[in-house]
């Protein structure tokens, strides 16, 4: 973890296709008893992922987010080495409608979402009531 967290952005970039393994790859060390827990956690295509790296190595990627002024959460755990927190404050600023949500703790990791599900959602729904407005839930 600390040799990830000493990487600078294009190190890190290029180790995302490790992290984001395609299936074949998670399949075949999958045991079948749950316990790397992996087999469903790639949620993309192998497409997709490509379209992905290619907008990440994009050098204009921030002046492009500062054209979308549409309502937007960015929400980043404090301990996040592959994603530093400061990304997301990154993206956040660059979008003129962008609210940034920074999750504490120890647990709020890059699996956020999933350590730290109840509070997660529960800025995702206060998120979206506001936009929705006044009015019955």
Known sequence: ???????GFEERT???????ASRPFVNALHDG????????????????MRHYL????????LDRLR????????????HDLMTPP??????AQALP???????????AAHLFHYELGEETNGHIVRFLRALKGPGPN
Request: charged share 30%; hydrophobic share 45%.
């Open 1 to 7: 973890i600390e040799t990830v967290a000493g990487l």
């Open 14 to 20: 290029e180790l995302l296709a490790y992290f984001m």
């Open 33 to 48: 008893s749950g316990a790397l827990g992996l087999r469903a956690s790639r949620a993309v295509e192998d497409e997709t």
């Open 54 to 61: 290619s907008l990440v190595r994009d050098p204009d990627r």
């Open 67 to 78: 054209g979308l002024d549409v309502p937007a959460l960015v929400i980043a755990g404090e």
């Open 86 to 91: 400061e990304y997301g404050a990154e993206v």
């Open 97 to 107: 409608q962008a609210e940034f949500q920074l999750l504490r703790g120890e647990r």
